[in-house]
């Protein structure tokens, strides 16, 4: 007769019981040193502080609201495997190295855009920052419209309903399109 399986710890986290389960089929494939290596890996909390660092290095902007990190971690943990998914992008980018990246060139050259888990996590997350649009359990939901990094990108123009200067402001043209020359036809 098999002994009973040792109760969870009280304090275990929602997060970390995800990570631990997600984890927990592919740590019995593998040699038992090393499947105590990936579920402690696993159990590691990405809270609200790596999910800021990890968009700021993927969106390349440093300004991001913690209120809607808040949200989009939210909305990323509650995905299928959402938890297990950025638990292993944070790892695969090389956040737990003495010297974790720095540039989404860095990020790209170490084939995490290559790797579809990773890349479709990463993407999640840009997806987020750039439409403002987060997924819930009943549909998507808009978190933030009018500064949203799209319209950052853009940089011309501002959100339809954003008043972009003085009335007939935009009879004129953008301060940098003024000394910018027509290349010829």
């Known amino acids: 007769m098999s002994e009973p399986a040792a109760p969870l710890p009280p304090d275990l986290s929602r997060r970390q019981l995800l990570a631990f389960a997600a984890l927990l089929g592919s740590a019995s494939l593998?040699?038992?040193p090393l499947a105590a290596e990936e579920v402690k890996k696993a159990a590691q909390q990405i809270g609200l502080d790596e999910f800021m660092t990890l968009s700021r290095l993927l969106t390349g902007a440093a300004d991001l609201s913690r209120d809607l990190g808040r949200i989009y971690l939210g909305s990323l943990e509650a995905g299928s495997d959402g938890d297990a998914a950025l638990v292993t992008l944070?790892?695969?980018?090389?956040?737990?190295?003495?010297?974790p990246p720095r540039s989404i060139q860095q990020?790209?050259?170490?084939?995490?855009?290559?790797?579809?888990n990773l890349d479709e996590t990463a993407k999640a997350i840009l997806k987020f920052w750039y439409t403002g649009i987060y997924e819930t359990g009943s549909g998507p939901k808009v978190a933030e419209y009018t500064d949203t990094l799209a319209w950052r990108a853009v940089g011309y123009t501002t959100a339809p309903s954003n008043c972009g200067g003085p009335t007939g402001f935009w009879a004129d043209p953008p301060p940098d399109a003024r000394n910018a020359e027509i290349p010829p036809e």
């Open 30 to 32: 593998l040699p038992l």
């Open 90 to 99: 944070w790892g695969e980018v090389g956040f737990r190295e003495a010297a």
């Open 107 to 116: 990020l790209a050259e170490a084939g995490v855009f290559k790797r579809e």
